[in-house]
């Protein structure tokens, strides 16, 4: 009775030492170890730059940051298409890092000779940059993982994401207590560099087989990007998802600031009340990033997706049947850890069906692009809608997204089981 376990447990140390085992490891390890740098540098970057911003300006100008965020968004989607049928994600990868490094460095530089503007400034480049680098990091993952894979990794590369980011706003926090909050800022670029470090060796170590070549096309130009989308039913209802659920969160991520301005008016406070916010919400994130494998597994990608929503839905509700510091707080954790967990596994592999144009320079128009396109489409509605200043009417437009969400969700997910019916397998 004894032998039998132990001859299992010989079997499996004899897997372990197999080339090809280690190898899958220690790939998958070195994408984990990239999410946690990247989103290291953004738990450091994002708290100092809200609370510098707040400082400024207050939260009634953030409408007019996030509009600036939409076209500066724009402009790095299509840079970023120009040329992602030409580059391997890993070059243009380590390109966006090191411009986004260089552009932090110059606007910490202005910023101490105290130049005006700056802090407008770094919140737009604190939005774009994350979301390039983030995009580049799933449009190269949904080009090396099928389905099946996916629903068990996605959840792990989202948890070293995770982790990265609650190391990052807990850092910056206590940056801010001992330092002051422009030091986390100034930590950003170790942290970056160090990321660009880690995609050369992870390129040396995938090898040339496993990276995906780009079909070496011409330059593509803003219209084909377009032309690319319009061709795709599939592609435009993604676009229609992913604009209904960014306004929704942009009227929430709103709310929280003007509570959150008037609860904590002391700026370096204030920074490290959103460092713990956002620590928070990483640590929710983690345990639905646990859960994300097992989650997607036995309820699927459809059921997914559409649950989301309706836990929103409630968390909306209870801020508007009470509205207070706290019940904004509970909406907040509400909107952002789902998005950053099981929401994006799940919004990811609905991406892994189409080609690689789609799964790149289609991606980008959307998750760079659609994002904060639609940010700024929000900020237009609190701008030019004088009703939408009270807490309730926001809290009660963002509800009736919901329900936009829900029923364009419902549509997504019948034509993704169609093309996961149709489209061919992934390399595992």
């Known amino acids: 009775m004894i032998s039998i376990p132990i001859h299992a447990l010989y079997r499996a140390l004899a897997a372990l030492r197999s080339p090809e085992l280690r190898g899958r490891i220690g790939r998958l390890a070195a994408l984990f170890g990239l999410a946690f740098l990247v989103m290291s540098s953004y738990g450091l970057a994002r708290p100092a730059s809200e609370s510098l911003f707040l400082a400024a300006y207050s939260s009634h100008f953030l409408p007019w940051v996030w509009l600036a965020v939409a076209v500066a968004a724009g402009l790095a989607a299509g840079t970023f298409n120009r040329y992602a049928l030409q580059l391997s994600l890993v070059r243009l990868f380590t390109f966006a890092i090191l411009i986004s490094v260089g552009l932090l460095v110059l606007l910490l530089t202005a910023q101490h000779a105290g130049l005006p503007g700056v802090p407008f400034l770094l919140y737009v480049w604190k939005d774009v940059y994350i979301m390039v680098l983030v995009e580049i990091f799933w449009s190269f993952a949904n080009l090396v993982f099928s389905v099946s894979a996916a629903r068990w990794l996605y959840g ?52 040339a087989g496993y990276v995906p070549k780009p079909p070496q096309q011409a330059p593509a130009r803003l219209r084909d990007n377009w032309k690319l989308l319009r061709s795709s039913s599939y592609l435009t209802l993604l676009v229609a998802l992913i604009a209904t659920i960014q306004i929704v969160i942009t009227l929430v991520d709103y709310q929280f600031n003007v509570v959150l301005e008037v609860a904590y008016p002391q700026m370096d406070t204030r920074t490290q009340i959103i ?37 929103l839905a409630t968390a909306l509700g209870y801020f508007l049947v009470a509205p207070r510091f706290a019940t904004m707080l509970v909406a907040k954790i509400a909107s952002k850890s789902l998005d950053y967990s099981i929401f994006r596994a799940a919004k990811e592999i609905l991406y892994i069906p189409l080609s690689y144009a789609e799964k790149t320079q289609g991606k980008a128009m959307i998750d760079i692009l659609a994002y904060r396109a639609a940010k700024g489409g929000g900020s237009a509605l609190l701008l030019v809608l004088p009703s939408l200043s009270g807490q309730s009417a926001v809290g009660m437009l963002a509800l009736a997204l919901v329900a936009v969400w ?20 992934a390399p595992k």
């Not at 029923?407 to 397998?425: E, F, L």
């Open 156 to 207: 792990l590369f989202l948890l070293g994401g995770s982790c990265g980011s609650v190391t990052g706003n807990l850092c910056a926090g206590l940056l801010a207590k001992h330092w002051g909050t422009q030091a986390g800022l100034w930590l950003v670029v170790p942290v970056l560099v160090s990321a660009g470090a880690a995609t050369q060796l992870l390129a040396r170590k995938l090898g």
């Open 275 to 311: 460092g713990k916010v956002y620590a928070s919400i990483e640590g929710f994130s983690i345990v639905l990033q646990f859960l994300s494998g097992p989650v997607l597994r036995l309820i699927g990608v459809p059921a997914t997706l559409i649950a989301i929503p309706c836990a």
């Open 406 to 425: 829900l029923v364009i969700v419902s549509i997504v997910v019948k034509r993704y089981r169609g093309a996961t019916a149709t489209a061919a397998p």
